[in-house]
């Protein structure tokens, strides 16, 4: 099931500010859910383990980090901490509230809004007193009124881009102006160069490259002229061949990086792509 945020957390779709907070808390692990972001996103991570992988990279933060996610579709894992808990303050805002701020501070980045963007769709930002202070300060605006805290929320906005650019510099410029920039579609083949050696499945992929799973297949044998399935399974192999021939690691060790569930079952793959058993994979060299 596609997660479609912001939307899932509001009351109501009509006349909706792009400035929105939400305090998202659980009690069970969730791994890789599929989520299509329909706005940029900060997320304060208060207790847990959060993962996000994208469709050309992925990046982990705790909980002495924040971090800011480019809206589009995402994998995202969230993790308990040791005592059962994961909770996070979400603020939501449009790449028109990116546009708006830049344009009315242009002149103190201009240097560093004429350079290219990066592709990085996320930015990690390290807790400090501040980034304390203003979750708080978030908290005690969602208790007003909407006619209140719209605008609140507004200079609260500003207020904490214009610390972080004070705190980051040029790198945290050049991410803003990367969130305004049209050209975020990564070519298929990047997408799947980059993703070969991971733990996600196809449909996992296809989700990543905003396709439903028989639009990937096909598109992916125009491309390759292979199945994919077959052709992932081949590289992984090859890949983790090449891992235990190399390195000082055991099947067991091994076997989730490359999507398995359990080590049996990549044994009998590994035995009937190379015709002997992983363990015996130094023994053959």
Not at 5 to 31: A, G, K, Y
Not at 94 to 101: A, G, H, I, L
Request: glycine share 2%.
């Amino acid at each position: 099931m596609i997660q479609n945020i912001p939307e899932i957390f509001r009351n109501t779709t009509q006349n909706q500010p792009s400035l929105f907070v939400h305090d998202f808390r659980m009690t069970d692990d969730v791994v890789k859910s599929k989520v299509k972001l329909n706005l940029h996103m900060f997320s304060f991570l208060q207790i847990g383990e959060k993962q996000v992988h994208f469709a050309n990279n992925s990046v982990a933060v705790n909980e002495k980090q924040s971090i800011i996610i480019k809206s589009g579709n995402i994998l995202m894992t969230e993790l308990l901490n040791k005592d059962f808990v994961y909770f996070c303050k979400l603020f939501f805002f449009s790449q028109k509230n990116v546009e708006d701020f830049l344009h009315k501070h242009h002149k103190s980045f201009s240097l560093e809004i004429n350079k290219i963007p990066d592709e990085t769709p996320y930015f990690v930002i390290e807790n400090d007193e501040y980034t304390a202070s203003f979750v708080n300060s978030l908290t005690s605006i969602q208790v007003l009124d909407s006619k209140f805290s719209e605008n609140l929320l507004s200079v609260k906005f500003e207020e904490l881009m214009l610390y972080l650019a004070d705190k980051y510099g040029v790198n945290f410029i050049q991410y803003l102006n990367s969130l305004t920039s049209s050209n975020s579609d990564y070519s298929f083949r990047k997408i799947i160069e980059t993703n070969l050696y991971t733990n996600l499945k196809l449909e996992e992929i296809a989700f990543l490259c905003n396709m439903s799973l028989s639009t990937f297949k096909r598109h992916f044998f125009n491309e390759y002229g292979v199945n994919p399935g077959k052709w992932f399974l081949k590289q992984r192999l090859l890949k983790a061949k090449e891992k235990l021939q190399v390195e000082n690691v055991k099947p067991s060790e091994i076997y989730e990086d490359f999507g398995y569930n359990n080590l049996s079952n990549f044994s009998t793959a590994f035995k009937k792509e190379f015709g002997f058993s992983p363990k015996l994979v130094k023994q053959t060299n």
